[in-house]
């Protein structure tokens, strides 16, 4: 099974704030990630796919890059409407989330 | 428009049978996986398995295999999430949610709370 270790788990920041969060992958995934957002109470929302690609009608604050194993969701200028947890997925082989990161007001 | 609608959120007692579902409108029903994601009071999201509804083709988290059955009836688009019998520990939040083979979950159901309790 490949497993998804996101770090950090929550992260205390303030609006306009440069954020990075980061996933490691147990093995290979080549760019078969995606990242999520999913506020209280509501369904995830696709934000990346194949690593750093965006999802059709998401702000381009939003990117994903890759290093190896190594998967990077940046948000350049955090907006009130991003504090929310985020979640990455590989999809290489089967399905499997990371742990999540909450990002939440200093 | 896409939509994935789910059905009504469950009690249910240990022990209980389940079965909920998630009815696709808007695209070729056949030409999207339907995957069932777990997430449980307060924690993450958890991949529980996936159907292929063209052949009824699918996949289980090794989580999930055994504990729980994926189904798809083509004629009405729709698809199942069913429990023989339920435990405590099933209380939580299920989602539906399409992808293309090699892709993200780009649609996802409202999620169908299912609580377990005696």
């Known amino acids: 099974d490949i497993q998804m270790t996101q770090s950090p788990s929550t992260l205390s920041t303030s609006v306009g704030d440069r954020i990075t969060i980061t996933c490691r992958a147990s093995?290979?995934?080549?760019?078969?990630l995606a990242w999520y957002q999913q506020k209280p109470g509501k369904a995830p929302k696709l934000l990346i796919y194949e690593a750093s690609s965006l999802q059709s009608g998401v702000p381009s604050r939003f990117s994903g890059s890759q290093s190896g194993t190594e998967f990077t969701l940046t948000i350049s200028s955090l907006q009130p409407d991003d504090f929310a947890t985020y979640y990455c997925q590989q999809y290489s082989s089967l399905r499997t989330f990371g742990q999540g990161t909450k990002v939440q007001i200093k | 428009e896409v939509q994935l609608v789910q059905s009504g959120a469950e009690v249910k007692k240990p022990g209980e049978s389940l079965t909920i579902s998630c009815k696709a409108s808007?695209?070729?029903?056949?030409?999207?996986?339907i995957t069932w994601v777990r997430q449980m009071p307060g924690k993450g999201l958890e991949w529980m398995g996936r159907?292929?509804?063209?052949?009824?083709?699918?996949n289980y988290g090794p989580s999930f295999q055994g504990h729980v059955t994926i189904s798809a009836d083509k004629s009405v688009r729709t698809a199942y999430l069913q429990w023989s019998s339920l435990k405590a520990s099933d209380t939580a939040i299920y989602y539906c949610?399409?992808?293309?083979?090699?892709?993200?979950?780009?649609?996802w159901g409202q999620g169908t709370l299912v609580t377990v309790s005696s």
């Open positions: 159907i292929d509804p063209s052949d009824s083709y699918r």
């Open positions: 949610t399409r992808h293309e083979s090699a892709g993200g979950h780009d649609y």
């Open positions: 808007g695209y070729n029903f056949s030409n999207y996986w």
């Open positions: 093995q290979n995934i080549y760019s078969w």
